[in-house]
């Protein structure tokens, strides 16, 4: 029998139902595991041993009590970036340095009720800013693939907590990919949900109208588990949507008869790195195999999301982030004479640099003279992007693509040219500014033993579908079982 830690949330349950496991031992291998590989790989900014004890105990106690709550005992890791009640909340960022969280998020507050229990907080790129998780004010957090290389960003602290099986499963955050690629990266499962479908509240904003709060997993059926948890209408947040919440475990089939996935032929162009293109399309035949119908799409404006993603989101960053001033909360610049000294040296010493360059370039996209050539343009083109996607779903239930065009790069080999950095959002941004959902599933792996993902691309509220075309590819497969340190490795369920 594998150890706990290694474990899917659903086969946990099982177990815990059966009576063969305890939360309580889950929690302990989990503990045990990030002391044995976290010291390398840095995916955890604090981890709260007895407090998770103390709520795996009183599961347990529930559980022998006749409760069956769909999560009950399981351990979940949570991206500092999400509002946890009585947990820091520093959003990897010197200026919220000894912020504690007296709420609890929506999203928190539900998986709290579902029975989850709360292991850590994880390290991600300072307010949620990059594609590395090298912009963290705390250290780096390495690959557990490749130590010497990124695990991807945001989220990629959850992303590690998640492949190197010191969580059973993590929240992360997507605002332009900060899910779907540190989870393509790190060889796990990552779910960007529709905008609207989570409700953002208690969220430590980025960009409000692209952020959306989704699982990161081990298999698809964990994806499905988590999201049934969080799902559903909040008053608390205004862009929450008023739809029903499906049974997301109901749509998970293992073949795809009558299924028609789209292939766009803006994104199967030359640049992609060899290996990813070739395990995409060893991906796009095992759906056929399925029985899935594959026709082209097109998505047009491809070529203009990275500028038209960097002006929105950077415009919207400037103003979420102009609450962090030094004067009500986190930390605060000492030596001011005046108001205005105070906020400059606060924001000059708390910010790291990646932040300072997003804030800059939103403050100047919304200045006088520039917010119609710039903001006002973008969200034009962003109206073009939305229907490009729109009429792609009247041809197909949903879109086969890449996540990154390459594979894990080395630690520091992009950090001094930004704009690479931003290219390489290029397949994963234009689902936000459509507002649609994605999942990113392990699809094989490269020569250097670097994990691939597949991205499916479904419409608004689509989930079911994307859920179904990754459980169905995953049972096919066997990529995400493999586990870091052998070749050969695999987690047996």
């Not at 905008?195 to 430590?204: D, Q």
């Not at 002006?311 to 979420?320: C, W």
């Not at 033993?449 to 179904?468: D, F, H, S, T, Y």
Request: net charge neutral; aromatic share 8%.
């Amino acid at each position: 029998m594998n150890a706990l830690n290694t474990l899917t949330a659903h086969d946990l349950l099982a177990r815990m139902q059966q009576g063969e496991c305890t939360s309580e031992s889950a929690v302990r291998a989990i503990l045990d595991a990030i002391g044995r590989v976290d010291p390398v790989l840095h995916s955890y900014l604090t981890v709260n041993a007895e407090a998770s004890l103390t709520q795996a105990r009183e599961a347990d106690a529930a559980r022998r009590g006749g409760d069956d709550r769909p999560l009950l005992g399981v351990p979940i890791a949570v991206k500092d970036v999400l509002n946890v009640r009585g947990q820091p909340c520093t959003c990897a960022s010197k200026i919220l340095k000894g912020y504690v969280a007296p709420y609890d998020a929506t999203a928190i507050a539900r998986l709290r009720a579902a029975g989850a229990v709360f292991v850590g907080r994880t390290n991600m790129d300072e307010f949620a800013m990059g594609s590395t998780t090298e912009n963290s004010a705390y250290g780096v957090t390495r690959n557990p693939w490749a130590t010497d290389h990124v695990p991807g960003g945001s989220s990629g602290g959850s992303a590690v907590a998640v492949a190197a099986d010191e969580a059973i499963a993590a929240l992360g955050t997507d605002t332009g990919g900060s899910i779907r690629q540190p989870a393509a990266f790190c060889g796990c499962v990552g779910l960007k949900p529709s905008y609207g479908r989570v409700s953002r509240y208690g969220l430590t904003a980025y960009a409000s109208s692209l952020d959306q709060i989704g699982p990161m997993t081990k298999d698809v059926r964990d994806a499905a588990l988590l999201l049934q948890a969080m799902a559903g209408y909040d008053p608390l947040d205004s862009s929450s949507l008023p739809a029903p919440v499906p049974d997301f475990a109901a749509a998970l089939k293992t073949d795809l008869k009558g299924v028609t996935l789209g292939l766009p032929r803006e994104y199967f162009v030359g640049g992609l790195d060899p290996d990813v293109e070739r395990r995409l399309q060893e991906a796009v035949a095992v759906c056929r195999q399925l029985g899935a119908t594959t026709v082209e799409v097109s998505l047009p404006r491809t070529r203009q999301a990275i500028a038209t993603y960097y002006i929105i989101a950077a415009a919207e960053a400037s103003a979420n982030l102009a609450r962090f001033d030094g004067v009500r909360y986190g930390f605060r610049a000492a030596g001011s004479e005046d108001p205005l000294s105070l906020y400059k040296r606060t924001r000059a010493q708390g910010f790291g640099d990646e932040v300072k360059r997003r804030i800059i370039l939103g403050t100047y996209v919304l200045s006088s003279g520039y917010y119609d050539a710039f903001y006002l343009r973008a969200q034009k083109v962003r109206a073009l992007i939305r229907n490009d996607f729109g009429a792609a779903f009247e041809k197909c239930d949903a879109i086969l693509a890449p996540v990154s065009p390459t594979p894990a790069y080395r630690i520091g080999e992009k950090s001094a040219d930004p704009l690479q950095m931003y290219l390489g959002d290029i397949f994963t941004v234009p689902v936000n500014l459509a507002g649609i959902c994605g999942l990113s599933v392990p699809c094989g792996f490269t020569a250097a033993n670097l994990p691939v993902g597949l991205q499916i691309v479904g419409p608004a509220l689509g989930e079911e579908a994307i859920l179904r075309v990754g459980h169905a590819y995953e049972n096919a497969t066997e990529w995400h079982r493999r586990r870091p340190g052998s070749e050969s490795s695999a987690r047996q369920e």
